[in-house]
């Protein structure tokens, strides 16, 4: 038996360190470093043949470079595929992190029971029985995937080698172990050492790997960066636990965009696809409501049109109080400040309540004309025309500032049937052969003439 080594590691930043500190000075935590044993003795994980670990890579030019086995698996989940940018690459390893609950087994048991292709789908967290039940209210009869629970990465590499699986789903990796390391399932070393095994099972075998993991409170992957790093593709699944709507966006993807998005819906039989955003998160009320305000806003590539809903009211309290759902408090402040200076309106001594509809985050600046408009709609009472939209920045000057890529947004706007749009005077738009009437506005004050006379 080989010395066992011991390293310090901070649990926070995956820095290690020859001893134990009380902070770390590398990501300046409290608390968070730990022993944790290195057992260096020789390695063997995912068993690399003799004549490929003695072979040396050899430089040739781009234009040699055959492309053919990077041909993409079709994951027959389109939003899952925009995401990924076409589908799964082989020899990929993606990592989809999100919290809790969100639905991480839910999306990937899916994906792997509508596989046209043999699929692994590995769970430490569940047993057999509740993954079944799981499969059951989902996609009942598939032919091609495989249940394995089991967390020792020496078992599920020989169950692969009986199997011999198209693609491997892991869920999750901070459950994994391997036996060459003796620290607990989810320390920095196990996931790294874990991490590095599937790797290189991975790019041996051209198996695409789908990792999940879970994420610390603050939004990280749980464990360290190096996660993030190691992996090809980082996808987050996110979205309100309470609500239906998740988002599963790409943070790093070594094989396309980050830009694009994918939106699915939570339901009773899994997560379904949803196609067109902007017409479930506008609501179709009959009536019409002061206070709220359509945005025609852009989530990655996508356009999305997204309802605003303010709630203006005398402050109960001496303190006013103002609180923002889906958006954020200090740029509501900000836009409230701007009213107030720029264009009259004595905010102060009242409560402003913002919700973004759908339990969606917004960060688009394009949104904060319909913020204003929607708390102006309220504060007066005074409901804003249905088939109007908004798309605009708000400066601190009170200016109607120009936002990107505004064509797609009026052609969505278009599309949905809305009737006019609100826009910033200074946005160039290429054609204008629209059929919407383009209102163009350069100052909040403007605005408020536009809407209420
Ligand atoms: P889960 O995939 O277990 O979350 P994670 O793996 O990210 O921790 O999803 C859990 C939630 O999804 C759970 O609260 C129940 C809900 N759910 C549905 O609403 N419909 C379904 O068909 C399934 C399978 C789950
Ligand atoms: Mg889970």
Redesign the pocket.
């Known amino acids: 038996m080989a010395k066992v080594k011991t390293t310090f590691f901070c649990q926070n930043c995956g820095t290690s360190f020859a001893k134990w500190q009380g902070q770390c000075t590398a990501c300046k935590e409290w608390n968070t470093i730990a022993e944790e044993v290195i057992q260096k003795a020789e390695k063997v994980s995912w068993k690399v043949s003799e004549t490929n670990s003695k072979r040396v890579s050899k430089s040739q030019k781009v234009k040699d470079i055959s492309t053919t086995s990077e041909a993409r698996l079709n994951t027959k989940n389109n939003e899952l595929n925009r995401v990924l940018g076409g589908g799964i690459v082989p020899g990929s390893l993606t990592l989809l992190g ?10 990937m048991l899916q994906i792997a029971l509508q596989l046209p292709y043999k699929t692994l789908y590995v769970s430490g967290e569940e047993s057999a029985q509740q993954i079944k039940m ?1 499969a059951e ?2 996609h009942p009869d598939s032919e091609n995937c495989y249940i394995l629970t089991e967390t020792k990465t020496q078992n599920i590499f020989s169950q692969i080698a009986e199997l011999n699986p198209d693609i491997l789903v892991i ?1 999750s990796i901070q459950t994994l172990h391997t036996d060459y390391i003796e620290s607990s399932p989810g320390s920095i070393s196990q996931i790294r050492e874990t991490t590095t095994e599937l790797i290189k099972f991975a790019k041996e075998t051209h198996t695409p790997v789908i990792l ?1 993991g879970h994420i610390t409170k603050d939004g990280n992957i749980a464990g360290p960066k190096i996660l993030e790093h190691m992996v090809d593709t980082v996808l987050q ?1 996110e979205g309100d ?1 309470n609500h239906v709507y998740r988002i599963l966006r790409s943070q790093k993807n070594r094989f396309g965009s980050t830009n694009e998005l994918g939106i699915y819906e ?5 997560l379904r696809e949803v196609s067109n955003p902007s017409e479930i998160l506008i609501s179709k009320n009959e009536e019409d409501l002061s206070g709220t305000a359509i945005s025609a806003t852009l989530e990655g590539m996508r356009p999305l049109m997204i309802e605003i809903q303010a709630l203006v009211s005398t402050a109960v309290y001496g303190t006013p109080q103002r609180s923002a759902t889906g958006y954020n408090a200090k740029r509501l402040n900000m836009l409230l400040a701007v009213l107030e200076k720029r264009a009259g309106f004595k905010l102060g001594a009242k409560d402003v309540f913002l919700n973004v509809t759908g339990g969606i985050t917004v960060d688009d600046p394009a949104i904060d004309l319909a913020v204003i408009a929607a708390v102006l709609s309220s504060n007066i009472d005074i409901s804003i025309d249905k088939s109007m939209c908004f798309a605009a920045e708000i400066g601190l000057a009170g200016e109607v500032r120009p936002v990107t890529r505004v064509d797609q947004r009026i052609t969505e706007a278009e599309k949905l049937g809305f009737k006019s749009i609100v826009i910033s005077k200074y946005c160039k738009i290429p054609k204008n052969n629209y059929q919407i009437n383009i209102i163009k506005v350069a100052k909040v004050h403007d605005v408020v003439k536009h809407l209420f006379g």
Do not use: A, V, W
């Open positions: 999100g919290e809790p609950g969100i639905g991480k087994s839910t999306l799981r209210r989902i869920d999940i699944f636990r939570m339901q009773g039989n899994g």
